[in-house]
């Protein structure tokens, strides 16, 4: 039986999600949705889907059997309140919403209603997958530090830019980073409990004007994050840095070993516009060299999206729950936390203070 996709919100992203729902067996978008007519044109002819203008025409005409919200991040409350009505299953792209209250309000609405599965997609990326296998296979020990670098092109065009101010998108800590701020709870295995920040505004957007404003989003930051149990990660975020020969890293040091997961941006941002391999890489102090293992991808997958085949293999397991009535590998709860991080390093960005987490529900 095919799984048939709804998808709410049809640019950029939502074609990402399109061609990756394509590659799976059993599987297609068959409806999509979204006011802007040339993005909304381009997907359904990418999908061979229906489309509508309107969310709500969709929900009332489609007999979907899961939904995919990739929709501007301010609008994400609001749609989730007419989707949650259908009960079927939800792929809601990050951030789950711009605002730690508004996560906590869809974590209500949800409650016994439809599973939410958060598109924390860098957890499912290849050498960062291998890197968390290692780590639950104890190969660098007990994990104390994670350390996340990344180096990269400044934010995209997006229709009506609507990606160049906080007040839509929750801030660049929220709506970039929150892939992050998941990876390091999922990574150390407990909550944040402290959040400090420095970060600016300095180089990207600076002469675009909308209506006479500026854009208000950060393009560079350091974020250093306080776990339970005296555990710590550090996120070195640059967006103006197009040259860089990874464009992620993700290193983790534990009390054994040293690894690390090296990903490259996406082709079409690369020099010669080709694919390339990442690595995982384990350092030991017993070991004079480093162990480096090149992560193949399949080219299909790669070609797929920008996230180096994360998106696929995360529609791969969401597939499989829907499949099984299953739950969600990344729920509410996770999303929440997310943007409660990055919500935080905003605001320590603003005040020059640290933000105390503890007593967070």
Sequence with gaps: MTIRYGLIGAGMMGQEHIRNVALLDGAAV?????????????????????????????????????????????????????????????????????????????????????????????????????????????????????????????????????????????????????????????????????????????????????????????????????????????LDLCMFAEGAEWQEKVSVAGDVARLEARVPGPARFSPDGQERHSEFVIETRAEKRPRREIVEVDERILRAGDHHGSTFYQHERFLSMVRNCGTPEVGLTDGYWSVLVGEAAEASVRSGEAVDLRGAP
Aim: hydrophobic share 45%; aromatic share 8%.
């Design 30 to 234: 068959t409806a999509v949705a979204d006011p802007d007519a040339g993005m909304r044109a381009g997907a359904a002819e990418l999908a061979g889907a229906r489309a509508y203008p309107d969310h709500r025409a969709l929900l009332d005409a489609e007999s979907c059997d899961a939904f995919v919200l990739a929709a501007p991040n301010d609008l994400h409350l609001p749609l989730m309140r007419d989707m949650l009505e259908a009960g079927k299953p939800i792929l809601c792209e990050k951030p789950l919403a711009t605002s730690a209250a508004d996560c906590a309000e869809i974590m209500r609405l949800a409650e016994r209603r439809a599973p939410v599965w958060v598109a924390m997609e860098y957890r499912y990326m290849p050498p960062v997958a291998r890197l968390i296998d290692a780590l639950r296979d104890g190969v660098a020990g007990t994990p104390r530090m994670v350390g996340i670098r990344e180096h990269r092109f400044p934010f995209l065009d997006k229709v009506d830019d609507w990606n160049r101010f906080n007040a839509r998108t929750g801030g660049t800590l929220v709506e970039k980073c929150c892939h992050f701020f998941d990876l390091m709870r999922h990574i150390l295995g407990r909550d944040p409990v402290r959040v400090y920040a420095t970060g600016g505004a300095d180089v990207n957007h600076r002469a675009e004007r909308y209506d006479g404003r500026v854009p208000d989003i950060l393009d560079n930051a350091f974020v250093c994050v306080d776990f339970e149990g005296g555990t710590r990660a550090m």
